[in-house]
């Protein structure tokens, strides 16, 4: 009986398993905001994991504590909110945030394909082990 063929969200969840992989590899396994080690870290993206061409884009990806992430990025306070944005800034650069944001305005909507995601998981596979 021949093998059932995968899914896309397989290959999806496969590229943030990587991504997070790198990323975490990258920070050192710390919060990129206080530095804290312990507890699980967290993926952050600052413009948001979709579209899928920012969503395994290194410069929108940080990783940062539960407290960072939940406290920070994700708090009830508009205030809060603002201030981790502007930490994340201060991290990337104002030239990443702004070619972010053209990014995210030129999607036009279009998936990737099985076969673009299966490309992106080999470079990603090398790209870690050169980590």
């Not at 990323?23 to 952050?44: I, Q, R, T, Y």
């Not at 650069?93 to 673009?116: C, P």
């Amino acid at each position: 009986m021949p093998k059932k063929p995968k899914k896309r969200s397989y290959y999806i969840n496969k590229l943030d398993k990587l991504c997070r992989e790198i990323c975490l590899d990258a920070a050192d396994n710390k919060c990129e905001l206080c530095g804290k080690s312990d507890g699980v870290l967290h993926w952050h993206h600052y413009r948001g994991r979709r579209p899928h061409l920012l969503r395994w884009n290194f410069d929108n990806c940080i990783i940062c504590c539960y407290q960072c992430h939940c406290g920070g990025f994700h708090s009830d306070d508009a205030e809060k909110q603002r201030e981790y944005r502007k930490k994340f800034i201060a991290l990337r650069g104002e030239a990443i945030i702004e070619n972010l944001a053209v990014i995210k305005n030129q999607y036009t909507g279009k998936s990737y394909s099985i076969s673009d995601l299966k490309e992106l998981i080999e470079v990603f596979k090398k790209l870690k082990k050169t980590t």
